[in-house]
Structure formats: C-alpha cells, structure tokens
C-alpha cells in the first residue's frame, strides 16, 4: 500500500505497512457514519516515519496494485513504518486535502513544533481517540522523573555531556520525562580551573521552555564507600541536598543518570537507602568496565577512577541499577563496539547541521570555550558557521545514549528507529540483562548472567556492527526534536 502526501507541488509515495489497510477502512466507515467534519492533523513524526493523523478530514491516496483510491480518513490513525525519513522537507511543510464538502485545505505545518508535539510519539501501536497526544494538555504518557548527574564542565573537558545533555532536554522536550534537577560533578583536582556549567544548562531551559534547577557536588573524596560526609560543611553537600529534595517531593520514583563521578549519589544513597528503595526507580550507571571478570589490575575507567568508593557503593543501594560499561575493557579493542561496552562514536557534522540554529548555538559557545557569561547574548548572534564546520568534521565518543532512551521506555532497533520497549516485533540494538554484580572497593567488578536478578541489570550490545550508526541515528533523530 501507498499513501500520497502532497508537499508543495510534490507527490511523496509513502510506503505504509499493509497491516493498516484495513484499520484504514474500518476508520472510514466509522467516519463516513459519524459524518464528522473539519479537524487537523495533530502531528507526523518525520524521522521515524510515523503518523498520527487525528479528527483529520483528509484525502489520502492509498495506491494499491492496479489500483488507485482516494479514502478520507478520520479520527486517529496511525502509519506505522512509513518512510517519510528518506525525504527531505524545509521547515515548514505543507498538506493539501479535501474537506468533506469538497473543498480543498491546506494546513501548513512547522516541522519543529510538530516534533515537539509528538511526546510519546515514537511509541508504536495504535493511538485511539484518549489516547493520543494531541497537545500538551492532552497528553496521557507519564513522564518518567529524571535526575541527571554529569561532569559538565566550562571550558569543556569531554565535550560528550554537552551532547547528553541536549538529548535528556529532547527527551523533556517531547514530554517523555521530567527532567528534575541537573548535578554537576566538583570540577576534578585536575580540572585546570574549570567550572560546573551552568551557562549550558541555562542555554538548555531556554531553548527547551523549561526551568530545570542545577547544582554543584561535593568536592570532598570519600573515605570509604560507606562515607557519608558528616563532617562536611553545607557548601560541599548542597547538591546532595538537591537529590533527597528531589527523591523525597517526587510522586512517582526517580530516575538518576550518572554521566561522571558516583560520589554525589553514592553519598545521597548511603544517607538514605529507605528514601532510594522506596523512590529512586532506577540508576544508569555509566561508568566501568563490563568485561565479566575483570583481573584486580586493570587499568579503572576513568569515570570509576573519579570517586572508586562512590563507583563500589552505588552497587550496594537498595534500588535497580542498570550498568552501563564505558568499555569492554581497557587494554585492547578500546576504541571499537564490543558487546559489554556502551561506547561508539560518529562524525559530528552526521547531526551538527541538521539541528535548530539555538541548538548549533549551544554546541558553538561549548566548542569555542567561551567563559564569558555571555550565554544569552550567544544564543541570540549570529552563529559560527567557521567554528561549526571545524568541529563537524571532528569525530566524538559517545557512551550514555542508550540509557536515556531506555529510562524513557524505548529502545532502538539496528537501523537506528527509536521505538517503545514494548513493540515486540522490533530487533533491539542493545539490551540489559539480569545480572549478578560484585564491586570491591578499588572498583574492580565481576558479574554472572543471573536471571533471577530483579535489580541489577547489565548493558548488552546484541549487533555490534550496527550499534554505532544505529545508535548516531537515535540521537540525531531525538536532537532534531529540539527547536
Ligand atoms: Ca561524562
């Protein structure tokens, strides 16, 4: 089955799955009976190729063999696999169809705000009328609450966490989760008078119409992996502060991502294991190795070497963890996709030029290291072409994408589509598996396959030959949400 959608004065063939030729009848009839007239076409995902077309009174031609009819179409449906990513659209498109008097609309539709619309768009199945996320106070999905916990620092260290960043405020962005607080890791002693940047977590509420609170961590090492820093004075655990507040006034339990150091939420969860096993849904933890029996003297990841008794402790809280290792192991092959590993990394002008010009912006005030406060003003200029062809043509190392995207209920498949946990006919790129973990205090793991784990999960690539682009695919198609 074909469906033919007009942009402009262009006919786009859409391949659309032939399970929905049927739906597409039945909702006809159901249209044609209910005479129902008017409506709007609520949102089309463009890069994952689905539609939602709700209380449309629609021409679409649905080209079979041999044959050429034009349906009109009403309520909710939705196409599910349709390849609309294979094209390319402007900003702004445009959709002819008939109204049920036989005139002819046109709605113009702003591709960004469409996206932003979609909330839990990328999840499949069909939406029926009350289930469907045509505006924001229509939407049903819960948000998942998140906290993210990252070594986002100014001037830049590994400029990964700007890119992580950008994809948990897509994720908010698109109403998948509540982004409740940003923790930035005390700059390391070897941070060269670097900075918790709060300058791109203040670009990032802008763009994405938000106000999400941030804080510092702690700048003390711990003692030992059950140092809870009592002796601390309240500038150094203010941030801790931050995560039991967020924890304790959370509904629903919390998501934490951690993207650098564990000493924040090490310290939070020792302080408070009642307060993490009743409210903190899980941890993604991104940090370590995930060979299954590392030998004593391996070389540590860095994020463990970070905080190793805060790495250790997280294994100890009464909450479930997902174990995201950086790599598989350090001493060879670190630079290439193995099955424990999250790591891969892609070509930043693959997604770079495709993004908003504030979120261009924002990536040009992280890459020029500027440190001059002026993250207003800088999303407001003009942006640097030179300063953004340069570091497109620069490959980055990537690992904690996964994660974000799992907490939020999707996965990828390996041609790179984001799609609901709970589709099963998809083929998922990575998967967690039930594990059983041990951790000593030098932050050196073992683990067994352990199905009967109900908490501690472990990060699996499940085709290592298309995770990296599969994964590149996610993201650019999550960072395009973002206007
Ligand atoms: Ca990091």
Same mark, same amino acid.
């Given at each position: ?22 739906? #597409? ?13 008017? =409506?709007? *076409? ?12 709700? +209380? ?13 009819? $034009? ?12 390849? #609309? ?9 445009? #959709? ?13 539709? +702003? ?15 069909? #939406? @029926? ?30 400029? +990964? ?35 918790? +940047? ?8 802008? &763009? ?8 510092? =961590? ?37 998501? &934490? ?7 924040? *939420? ?23 190795? =995930? ?13 463990? $070497? ?34 424990? =590993? ?32 002026? @993250? ?22 990537? @690992?904690?994408?996964?994660? !974000? ?24 790129? !990575? ?16 683990? $067994? ?35």
């Amino acid at each position: 089955m074909h469906l033919k959608i007009k942009q402009e004065n262009t006919r786009y063939d859409i391949a659309a799955s032939k399970l929905f030729y049927p739906l #597409l009848l039945i909702i006809d009839a159901i249209a044609f009976l209910s005479k129902e007239k008017g =409506g709007k *076409i609520e949102w089309i995902n463009w890069k994952t190729g689905m539609c939602v077309f709700i +209380d449309l009174s629609a021409s679409v031609e649905m080209t079979r063999p041999r044959t050429t009819r $034009t349906r009109t179409c009403s309520r909710c449906i939705l196409f599910n696999n349709v390849s #609309l990513n294979e094209m390319e659209f402007d900003n702004t498109i445009r #959709l002819d169809y008939r109204d049920f008097k036989g005139g002819t609309k046109v709605e113009k539709i +702003d591709r960004r705000t469409v996206l932003g619309m979609t909330a839990a768009g990328l999840a499949g199945g069909i #939406l @029926w009328p009350g289930l469907v996320y045509g505006n924001e106070s229509g939407k049903v999905k819960k948000k998942t609450p998140v906290l993210h916990v990252t070594d986002l620092f100014r001037p830049h260290m590994d400029p +990964d966490d700007h890119w992580d960043l950008a994809c948990v405020y897509s994720l908010a962005y698109r109403g998948d989760i509540e982004l409740k607080g940003v923790l930035i890791d005390h700059p390391p002693a070897n941070a060269d008078g670097r900075n918790p +940047d709060i300058s791109a977590v203040a670009q990032m509420n802008l &763009i994405a119409g938000t106000y999400v609170p941030v804080a510092a =961590g702690s700048g003390l090492p711990m003692k030992s992996r059950d140092d809870v820093q009592d002796y601390a004075p309240a500038a150094e655990h203010y941030g801790v502060g931050m995560v039991l507040d967020v924890l304790r006034k959370s509904p629903e339990p919390v998501v &934490i991502n951690i993207l650098g150091s564990s000493r924040d *939420i090490a310290i939070a969860g020792k302080k408070a294991p009642g307060l993490f096993e009743s409210k903190c849904a899980a941890i993604y933890l991104n940090a370590g190795t =995930g060979s299954p029996e590392m030998s004593p003297a391996s070389k540590l990841e860095y994020n463990v $070497t970070l905080e190793r008794y805060g790495f250790a402790a997280i294994f100890d809280l009464p909450c479930p963890v997902y174990w995201m290792p950086c790599f598989e192991q350090l001493e060879s092959s670190r630079r290439q996709v193995r099955e424990y =590993g999250t790591h891969y990394k892609f070509r930043q002008d693959e997604i770079l030029p495709h993004l908003s010009d504030m979120v261009q912006k924002y990536f040009a005030y992280m890459f020029g290291k500027y440190t001059d406060s002026n @993250w207003l003003g800088y999303l407001k200029c003009a942006k640097d072409e030179t300063l953004l062809a340069k570091v497109g043509s620069m490959y980055r190392h990537m @690992w904690c994408t996964a994660g !974000f995207l799992h907490a939020s209920g999707y996965t990828v498949t390996r041609d790179g589509k984001i799609v609901s946990l709970t589709e099963k006919r998809a083929r998922p790129v !990575f998967t967690f598996d039930a594990v059983k973990v041990e951790c000593d205090d030098n932050g050196v793991t073992r683990w $067994t396959r352990d199905d009967s784990s109900k908490d501690r999960f472990i990060f699996h690539v499940r085709d290592t030959d298309n995770y990296q682009a599969a994964m590149t695919a996610a993201m650019k198609s999550l960072l395009t949400a973002l206007p």
